[in-house]
């Protein structure tokens, strides 16, 4: 098949307008959309610099390159999260990556550099180990852009922010609704504005994108995953999109723009009535009474214990 806008071989198809996209005309598309929310949601003033969080898989390393040939000044940002294999494989391709393209990458090492084992504290507090490690990543991710006076940009793809927002309307998930807007301000010096530039991007064109445009990536989910009830909401909405194309774009981008004024985003993102104090051993915020989440982690490996 042939691309609809240049006799180039295509490498996507979209059913629902009959085009087909060469890798380049692909890449011209997909930047379009990035712009398109950085626009629409105020992402990035102008001049202003971006932290990339970096897993070594498709979206985020996409992502980086696009920011890149954007014009956009970046840093890389990838978080050792101690996971044995999966940690060093998704290292290696972020690494790799980086050094093809001659940027600069920050690593942070979860148990060197801050004494946290994610699986010994999960055992140890009887939670899920994605649920600490979650704690662990928002901690380093904020403060690492706070630190470089950076704008944090994550992967989060469209599939991504759909099923989180069917999730939590399934379970009405107030909370988590508000969290998931594509664009958090700062609201205080210790709180790096959060953006997610990929929120028009789905899976199939950042898969083809990599795949067209010679980026390697890691492909296996992270071992400790628990995606059951999200990778059932997943199907259902894959199944959607099937038989109704464009049917994703329009509920993330419907429920964003509806719902712009009606969430108190304007907060950070953080619950009306939450108040956040600094933590006495660290400075970043928490809306804990004591030490925050993060430290109370590290607490657990101090030595005396
Ligand atoms: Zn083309
Ligand atoms: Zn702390």
Redesign the pocket.
């Known amino acids: 098949m042939k691309c609809s806008r240049c006799h180039e071989e295509a490498v996507i198809y979209y059913p629902q307008s009959r085009q087909a996209l060469c890798a380049e005309h692909l890449k011209e598309y997909i930047e379009r959309k990035v712009k398109r929310a950085i626009e629409r949601f105020k992402m990035l003033k102008r001049g202003e610099k971006v932290l990339v969080a970096v897993s070594g898989g498709k979206d985020s390393l996409m992502l980086w390159e696009i920011l890149v040939d954007m014009g956009y000044d970046t840093e890389g940002l990838y978080i050792d999260l101690g996971l044995g294999e999966y940690s060093k494989s998704s290292e290696e391709y972020s690494r790799g990556f980086a050094e093809e393209r001659d940027l600069t990458l920050r690593i942070v090492r979860v148990k060197e550099d801050h004494g946290i084992d994610i699986v010994a504290a999960a055992k140890r507090l009887r939670r899920p180990t994605c649920s600490v490690c979650g704690t662990v990543k928002r ?1 380093i991710m904020n403060r690492e852009a706070v630190e470089a006076g950076r704008v944090l940009a994550t992967g989060h793809n469209m599939d991504d922010e759909a099923s989180t927002l069917l999730g939590n309307l399934l379970t009405w998930n107030g909370e988590q609704l508000l969290r998931a807007s594509p664009s958090l301000p700062s609201t205080h010096p210790k709180l790096a504005r959060r953006i997610k530039p990929l929120i028009y991007v789905s899976e199939r064109e950042s898969a083809t994108y990599c795949f067209s445009h010679g980026i390697k990536y890691i492909i296996p989910e992270c071992p400790y995953s628990e995606g059951a009830r999200l990778s059932v909401v997943k199907e259902a909405l894959s199944k959607i999109e099937d038989r109704s194309p464009g049917s994703l774009l329009n509920f993330v981008d419907g429920f964003y723009r509806k719902s712009e004024g009606i969430l108190c985003r304007r907060n950070g993102g953080i619950k009306e009535g939450v108040e956040l104090k600094p ?6 915020l ?1 809306s804990s009474s004591g ?6 982690l ?1 607490s657990l490996f101090s030595s005396g214990e």
């Not at 933590?279 to 970043?284: A, N, Q, S, T, V």
């Not at 030490?291 to 109370?296: G, Q």
């Open positions: 901690y933590c006495p051993l660290c400075g970043y928490t030490p925050c989440a993060f430290c109370r590290k």
